[in-house]
């Protein structure tokens, strides 16, 4: 004898109550990390964006309503892997500090918890909807010096084309009215995400064909760069003939999201022309799918909400390991005396324990900076955007390398800047000392405290610049400064070694 069972329109309907409670589960373990992604969104221009993402996202969902069989419901397995390995990323970016991983591995987790809870063939039909969120994530900041680039190579050729006389350094441009520096903000960082969010949304509601929404996606990339580069030269050459009277101060931001606007409503215009029927997408799917178990698996959201939310209570209340304090004394090397610490070079740091001496041998002088962290706390980290090297205003920076450096039987990894500011030239060589090793690279720096903040170790670390000047070749200070570090290298790891 077959025994039926009935699932009513409730029945079938109930994962969506399951996946409330999942996101509203979602949302308080990691509201930390969207706390921070949401005030990123409104403190700062090139993401503010951010705010409209969500109403977006959710405004595709509910074009979407029509088009779903929610008989077709089928809380899936599936997604528990890639859940718990999202969640592993998390932790380990947060104990890192780095909040665009952090924020990029939450925003993952909502396409999951509704594969989850309704199922793959649900979650196929929202696909788009919920990937679109990841323009909610601030990143995109780690290709601005290649965009910095990309805008001094288009203000020159245009200039050059024009018949301006122009020197290019770097990013700084020098015409005969003046001098330009291709700062962050002239990037175009800002009207490319804005740019790939707008046109990316726009190329989904406009067409069914894959070819012309990856067509627009491309040139929703290509064109603002290109407009920025426009811009950037239609400022300078404003710059140029009005000597130097307009498009030099803030009125040149406005200017572009004026220039921005106009060529993105262009874009567009041109796109509508090409549009395809959307009428035909408004029919649900017939397809019935099986009720089997649809009301008989709250184990697969029970296992999926300790999954979401295991490591952020293990992130919140495991034990942090004392600070260990350090001496931060240098002792004079013989042969060396004593100066004053010039205040022409100073690196910018948020560690409140800071060390600055600086010596003399004959006429060379040497400056020894060092700004140690015990512990990070949010805020003042080793590894930081916020930390500078040298200041940005005063100083240009003609080129930095990484360098390796012998020092009796210990290999120092060390990063070299030359600087100019003024007619006066100075050689900085800097690294990271964590773990009792040397990096150049703050990636590396910081991929050493993540390993000892897992292991629940000591994670603090310290930041070495040594710095002197030369008149005519760096390999006047390079010499100088090598020679220091042979005699006084060992009392500078003392230094900055925990005391046992």
Request: net charge neutral; proline share 6%.
């Amino acid at each position: 004898m077959q025994v039926s069972v009935m699932t009513t329109p409730t029945d079938s309907k109930r994962p969506l109550y399951w996946l409330a409670v999942a996101l509203l589960v979602w949302l308080v373990a990691y509201f930390p990390t969207l706390h921070a992604m949401v005030t990123v969104w409104l403190n700062s221009a090139t993401y503010a964006h951010g705010l409209l993402i969500v109403p977006m996202s959710l405004f595709l969902l509910w074009q979407k309503r029509n088009q779903l069989n929610w008989q077709q419901i089928q809380p899936s397995w599936l997604p528990l892997f890639p859940l718990l390995m999202l969640s592993v990323i998390w932790f380990i970016a947060n104990v890192s500090g780095i909040n665009v991983i952090q924020q990029l591995a939450v925003v993952l987790m909502i396409p999951l918890l509704v594969w989850a809870c309704l199922g793959t063939t649900i979650t196929r039909q929202i696909v788009f909807p919920l990937g679109y969120l990841l323009f909610a994530v601030p990143m995109g900041s780690g290709i601005v010096p290649y965009l910095q680039e990309i805008t001094a190579w288009f203000c020159v050729w245009g200039l050059k084309l024009v018949g301006i006389p122009v020197f290019w350094e770097g990013l700084y441009i020098t015409i005969p009215s003046g001098e330009f520096l291709v700062a962050e903000a002239c990037s175009g960082i800002r009207y490319l995400i804005a740019s790939m969010a707008l046109g990316t949304f726009y190329a989904y509601i406009s067409y069914t064909s894959l070819k012309k929404r990856l067509a627009v996606f491309a040139l929703s990339i290509i064109i603002p760069v290109i407009a920025n580069g426009i811009r950037a030269f239609g400022i300078i050459l404003i710059a140029y003939y009005s000597n130097m009277e307009y498009a030099t101060g803030a009125d040149h931001l406005l200017y572009g999201w004026v220039f921005f606007g106009i060529v993105m409503m262009l874009l567009f215009w041109l796109g509508s022309k090409f549009a395809d029927d959307m009428s035909n997408l408004t029919k649900p799917d017939q397809q019935a799918a099986s009720n089997e178990n649809v009301v008989t698996k709250p184990l697969t959201i029970l296992t999926v909400l300790v999954a979401v939310v295991l490591l952020p209570l293990w992130a919140a209340f495991k034990p942090i390991p004392a600070a260990q304090p350090v001496s931060l004394k240098v002792d004079n090397p013989a042969n060396w005396l004593s100066a004053p610490f010039s205040s022409e070079w100073t690196p910018t740091f948020s560690a409140q324990q800071q060390l600055k001496q600086a010596w003399r041998e004959g006429k060379h002088q040497l400056e020894l900076f060092i700004a140690h962290y015990p512990k990070e706390q949010e805020n003042i980290e080793l590894v930081s955007f916020a930390n500078k090297v040298f200041n940005e205003d005063s100083w240009k920076l003609l080129n930095s390398h990484a360098r390796q450096l012998q020092v009796g039987e210990t290999t120092i990894f060390l990063k070299e800047y030359q600087l100019e500011s003024h007619f006066q030239q100075r050689l900085v060589w800097s690294w990271y000392f964590v773990n009792n090793t040397t990096q150049s690279d703050q990636y590396r720096a910081k991929f050493q405290q993540t390993l000892a903040k897992v292991l629940n170790r000591p994670a603090g670390g310290s930041f070495i610049a040594l710095s002197a000047q030369f008149e005519f070749k760096p390999e006047e200070a390079r010499a100088f400064l090598l020679k220091f570090l042979q005699e006084a290298y060992p009392s500078i790891v003392a230094a900055v070694t925990p005391n046992q």
